[in-house]
């Protein structure tokens, strides 16, 4: 696997790794989890739509999943970002809800052009760092309308909230599936394939 630096200001990194896997915010009421059974030991959690990566919370009871749109299905599935309490097994969409925030953070994140569109993304890939002691801040590959990786302050509360604070355009010619927040507040992330390929994902 190939380390290919991509960016490097005073304060803050990127790297690219490629090779051949809440402020204020509106909560819908949580709910609860589709009965889909168990299969032995293990009970499922039914009802997110195209999660793709899972991730705890520190020790609490919550769950951080993204959900994916639908382009690969060819359905009108919008990308999620769910809340799940692994306790009583109820999920909420946790961003972007009815009413999302956004307070972009110009200081870490000046080069982002705005705001990502809650209409037109896809949360894949996660990664959480703790930011201080009811602090948290996400990062969180996504497509869409655009290729980059879109960060999160998540707020520990009775019930986390989620606030946008800013994001990493990507190169062109870049799809990222995974990422790791490094000890500056930068990152590395996977390149899973060349969006620009014909058929890209049916010839890995």
Known sequence: MQTITIKKTPGFSLFLLTGSLLITCYMHPLLAADDCGRSGDLQYICGPQNSEDVLPIGATQWL????MNGSFSNTDVKGHIYLVNRNDKSY?????GADPVFKQDKKMFGACPGPVNPDKFSA?????????????RLYMTSHGEREAIEVFDIAMRRTP???WVGCVLLPEKTWANSVAVLADGGFVATNFMDPAVPDAFGKI
């Open 64 to 67: 951080l999943a993204s959900g």
């Open 161 to 163: 909230a989620i606030t």
């Open 92 to 96: 909420t969409v946790l961003f972007p």
């Open 124 to 136: 894949h890939g996660l990664a959480l760092r703790r930011q201080g002691k009811y602090q948290y």
